[in-house]
């Protein structure tokens, strides 16, 4: 089998991890503006559930699941550029410490901040493992 088959293989999964990396990143930042604003009518729509901290956790640790997945593994067999791997971290810091240190009005708005850079190394990784061409390798 060709190396760069492989190399092929691994980038098709690493293209459709970043995209369901950058729709979960965004709708999470979405999420995360959103759910305070509307905070006392979820309940009333039967989607109290958004605002439990077990499910926000839950989507944070499904983005660095994802993250991970997709930046990391594109970053080492593939493109060799640390900015993605900056700001998928640059993100998770934002997100992290917002939830656990900020409250209020700085909290919505640094924690989706986190998720839009999370989703910006998404597409920056995206275009990054798709301006990589394979280098034809002969069979062993």
Same mark, same amino acid.
């Given at each position: 089998?060709?190396?760069?088959?492989?190399?092929?293989?691994?980038?098709?999964?690493?293209?459709?991890?970043?995209?369901?990396?950058?729709?979960?990143?965004?709708?999470?930042?979405?999420?995360?503006?959103?759910?305070?604003?509307?905070?006392?009518?979820?309940?009333?729509?039967?989607?109290?559930?958004?605002?439990?901290?077990?499910?926000?956790?839950?989507?944070?640790?499904?983005?660095?699941?994802?993250?991970?997945?997709?930046?990391?593994?594109?970053?080492?067999?593939?493109?060799?550029? %640390? !900015? @993605?791997?900056?700001? /998928?971290?640059?993100? &998770?810091?934002?997100? *992290?410490?917002?939830?656990?240190?900020?409250?209020?009005?700085?909290?919505?708005? %640094? !924690? @989706?901040?986190?998720? /839009?850079?999370?989703? &910006?190394?998404?597409? *920056?990784?995206?275009?990054?493992?798709?301006?990589?061409?394979?280098?034809?390798?002969?069979?062993?």
């Amino acid at each position: 089998m060709y190396i760069c088959n492989i190399n092929m293989m691994y980038r098709k999964i690493g293209s459709r991890l970043d995209s369901i990396g950058m729709t979960a990143s965004t709708l999470c930042a979405i999420h995360c503006a959103v759910v305070p604003i509307l905070l006392t009518l979820l309940p009333l729509v039967g989607l109290g559930f958004l605002a439990n901290p077990l499910f926000e956790w839950g989507m944070i640790g499904l983005a660095l699941l994802l993250g991970v997945s997709s930046i990391f593994l594109s970053y080492f067999r593939t493109h060799h550029r %640390i !900015v @993605p791997l900056l700001l /998928l971290v640059a993100g &998770f810091i934002l997100i *992290i410490a917002g939830h656990i240190y900020l409250k209020g009005w700085v909290e919505a708005v %640094i !924690v @989706p901040a986190g998720g /839009l850079t999370i989703a &910006f190394a998404h597409f *920056i990784n995206f275009k990054y493992v798709g301006a990589c061409k394979p280098h034809l390798n002969p069979p062993r």
